[in-house]
């Protein structure tokens, strides 16, 4: 167990519970006032949209039938296929919950697709990563638990005209079938395409998407990371033509997605460490709000949630809690700020 001092499971869950939940309200900043993850919160996701077809808001899948009570983990393994260095990303989290990262590179992802549309995806993002959770547990047989995730990148579901970036984290207990969900719905991405006609334009893209930072991609080539690669790769291939270039948005070569895959398993992995009231298991996750929130200056309802609605994903239970945030900025108020 990797829980601080002596606790044994009963103090160690809140405690870790604790902690996941802190992290994952700092790492959002303004917890819930940002357009993004409200709309997460709200459930206001257009199952037509292509980067949250198919993927549900509640974090929870279906599970029958169910034992009739939780098998609490202790020392179990997970297992987690990843090419991108997204392993270092779950591993502190998953030790806080007592659990030990298994890290498997050998399946291929690329044949669930590509960023670059080499091989396109098949199916959603929710697909790729269940078969992501079947070659975890296929490849680690001692594991109970497989973890996945998986990115999409386009217009923003409400603001067609912003690019933003999903990102879906699964994980699955072999022994019970549970599934626990954490997305993240972001307009903080470096997602983006160009073609270009000179270095100096080359340059310009690089500037606007974090370069060298976050990589690039210069035609075929992948990972470009030092300003010499990109000009050598781009004064090339002027000589034939316009150049296209496009942000890398693998993990390992974007700091910017990795935060926001950060979020998604800080939800996921917080989904873990709950416990409902009335079933005892896990999986008690936020989805839906009440609004409300008073205006700091004027104390005008605002459109900001006053409450959190919880479900939990396996007895249907709902919970309601104070939304993090006890006022809503004037900025945020349609009376101080029309």
């Not at 269940?130 to 995730?149: I, M, N, V, Y």
């Not at 270095?199 to 930072?213: M, S, T, V, W």
């Amino acid at each position: 167990m990797h829980f601080d001092g002596a606790l044994g499971d009963e103090q160690a869950r809140p405690v870790a519970a604790a902690r996941l939940a802190a992290r994952a309200r700092g790492a959002q900043g303004d917890v819930l006032s940002r357009l993004t993850n409200r709309c997460l919160a709200e459930a206001l996701f257009d199952p037509r949209h292509p980067l949250t077809r198919a993927v549900p808001v509640n974090n929870g899948a279906s599970v029958s039938p169910l034992p009739s009570s939780w098998p609490e983990p202790s020392g179990d393994l997970v297992a987690f296929v990843t090419r991108h260095g997204k392993q270092r990303l779950a591993a502190q989290g998953l030790s806080e919950l007592g659990l030990h990262l298994v890290h498997l590179d050998g399946p291929d992802t690329d044949l669930l697709g590509t960023f670059t549309r080499e091989r396109p995806r098949e199916g959603t993002a929710l697909d790729a990563a269940r078969t992501k959770l079947a070659w975890g547990f296929e490849h680690a047989p001692h594991a109970r638990f497989a973890l996945a995730s998986e990115g999409s990148f386009g217009p923003h579901p409400q603001l067609p005209w912003v690019a933003a970036g999903h990102e879906l984290v699964l994980l699955k207990d072999r022994r019970t079938g549970l599934e626990l969900r954490g997305e993240d719905l972001s307009e903080d991405t470096n997602f983006g395409a160009e073609t270009v006609e000179s270095l100096e334009e080359a340059n310009d893209f690089a500037r606007r998407h974090g370069f060298p930072e976050h990589a690039l991609i210069v035609g075929p080539h992948k990972g470009v990371a030092s300003a010499e690669q990109l000009e050598a790769l781009v004064q090339g291939a002027l000589a034939l033509g316009p150049v296209w270039l496009e942000t890398d948005m693998r993990a390992h070569l974007n700091p910017t997605r990795q935060r926001s895959i950060l979020r998604a398993m800080g939800r996921c992995f917080q989904a873990l460490a709950s416990r409902c009231p009335r079933c005892h298991w896990p999986g008690v996750v936020v989805t839906g709000s009440l609004p409300g929130l008073p205006c700091e200056t004027c104390q005008t309802p605002t459109r900001l949630p006053r409450a959190l609605l919880r479900r939990c994903t396996v007895c249907g239970v709902t919970l309601e809690e104070p939304a993090p945030l006890a006022v809503a900025p004037a900025a945020r108020c349609d009376q101080c700020n029309p």
